[in-house]
């Protein structure tokens, strides 16, 4: 083994060394493309044997389903995706898709809205204006058309603030 690691290692630092000319450097890039292209083809192969060699797996049919298809030929049995080995399915272990939710109702997947946090606003104070009324609440300095924690800010009077939040509207008054 070690003469073999020698005898490449000198080979190696031969070719590193040598100055090649026109026609070798040619040579060397055609092998070095072969090379690459065999190893591609080789790849590929390999890959579609792996392919070759793997199992589908059909997707069960719930057992309260009112319409039940006729049993295949070979029922029992997992058909190979590429022409292969029929492999059987063991009898106590049912497989199932994994993407498909679970039929079981302890398992399903519950989907609940957290529930929106109440916030309570008041009017800190307003800025009234004929043309352009401002309301503090909450500390922030809002105007007509703004929208502070999910409201909108509907109507500014002297002593109230009209918001609405999902269509409801609210009247906030103004304690002096």
Excluded: C
Excluded at 11 to 18: R, S, V
Excluded at 21 to 26: D, H, L, V
Excluded at 28 to 42: E, K, M, R, S
Aim: proline share 10%; aromatic share 6%; glycine share 6%.
């Amino acid at each position: 083994m070690s003469q073999r690691v020698n005898v490449f290692s000198r080979l190696f630092i031969a070719i590193a060394a040598k100055r090649f000319n026109k026609s070798e450097n040619i040579i060397l890039l055609f092998t070095a493309l072969g090379l690459i292209v065999a190893g591609h083809i080789g790849v590929q192969r390999w890959t579609a044997e792996v392919a070759r060699q793997q199992v589908v797996v059909e997707p069960l049919i719930p057992p309260d389903s009112m319409a039940l298809p006729a049993p295949l030929p070979g029922a029992g049995q997992v058909q190979a995706a590429l022409p292969g080995p029929v492999i059987p399915q063991s009898p106590t272990r049912v497989r199932r898709d994994p993407f498909l939710p679970s039929r079981n109702p302890k398992r399903q997947i519950k989907t609940v809205e957290p529930p929106k946090p109440t916030i309570n606003l008041t009017v800190n104070g307003i800025l009234w204006d004929d043309k352009t009324p401002t309301a503090i609440i909450n500390s922030k300095v809002v105007g007509i058309g703004d929208i502070i924690f999910g409201k909108a800010i509907v109507d500014i009077e002297k002593d109230r603030v009209m918001v609405m939040e999902d269509g409801a509207i609210q009247t906030l008054y103004f304690k002096k």
